[in-house]
């Protein structure tokens, strides 16, 4: 298959093409700077630009035929207080987190409505089902991003093209040297403190990248997609049901003492 991964200069973006590369698949990898790799083709892409969007789709077709699968993997994380956030940081994040992966999926569309077939995996969180402390704008992106995956389901199904929400939960990577962190005004700074550090030890004891791969491979292998896909550690994956079911009142009482807000 021909394969477009958006986000592959590092973490599960690399590890994603990589894995597919030596699979045999052709895999295009975009992010903002050129990676070296023997298993897959580097096209140093702003995927928040649409013109450089177009570009890399175009240069993609030069030499395939069909686009079967893209992978929206290219995001960053947002840390902070909703009170403390700017305009600034949280245009940035939805220019990236929601913008760019519809640039992507508009770039390949028509390549895939042309060969009546098509994937696209738009990689989310286990926090876009719910509003994290000190991470609400992050779990906004990404909800907003599974509410424009929805609604394409509808719109792009008459042409054999599936698309899903990959909702993922803490991943070993180096997330956290990339996230936006706003300043934190005195009356959050002890609390958020708190939760930050057991935000980064989460993402420690995340699930390897290499596991998020295995579990694509598979998804790719079926032939229809729920519009939803959970996949972590089962602390974490097990909150989405429980957010279904339990009183809200309940519910963030648990949620409180998963993040010792109690």
């Known amino acids: 298959m021909t394969i477009i991964i958006t986000g592959t200069s590092s973490g599960i ?3 994603l093409a990589e894995y597919f590369g030596k699979k045999g698949h052709k895999v295009y990898g975009l992010s903002r700077k050129h990676t070296e790799s023997q298993y897959f083709r580097s096209i140093p892409t702003d ?25 929206n993997n290219a995001g960053m994380g947002m840390v902070g207080a909703v009170e403390d956030s700017t305009k600034e940081d949280i245009l940035k994040l939805f220019n990236l987190n929601l913008v760019g992966a519809v640039q992507m999926m508009s770039a ?11 994937k696209i995996i738009n990689i989310s969180s286990i926090g876009s089902e719910m509003g994290l402390p000190f991470r609400g704008f992050y779990s906004a992106s990404k909800s907003a991003l599974d509410k424009v995956t929805e609604a394409m ?4 199904y008459p042409w054999n093209i ?10 070993k990577t180096n997330i956290a040297e990339n996230r936006v962190k706003t300043q934190v005004s005195e009356p959050y700074k002890n609390i958020f ?41 089962f602390g974490q994956k097990i909150g ?23």
């Open 108 to 118: 390949v569309l028509p390549k895939m409505r042309e060969h009546k077939f098509g």
């Open 162 to 171: 599936n698309v899903c929400s990959l909702h993922l939960g803490d991943i």
């Open 13 to 15: 973006g690399f590890v």
């Open 240 to 262: 989405v049901p429980l957010k279904w079911i339990l009183p809200q009142g309940t519910y963030e009482n648990l949620m409180k003492k998963y993040n010792k807000l109690d």
């Open 47 to 71: 995927v928040t630009d649409n013109t450089a969007v177009q570009n890399a789709i175009a240069e993609v077709l030069k030499t395939e035929s069909r686009i079967d699968v893209l992978i």
């Open 153 to 156: 389901r509808y719109e792009v």
């Open 193 to 233: 403190d708190k939760v930050y550090t057991l935000m980064n030890s989460h993402v420690g004891d995340g699930t390897e990248p290499l596991e998020v791969a295995e579990y694509v491979e598979k998804l790719l292998d079926k032939n229809k997609w729920k519009a939803h896909y959970y996949f972590g550690k």
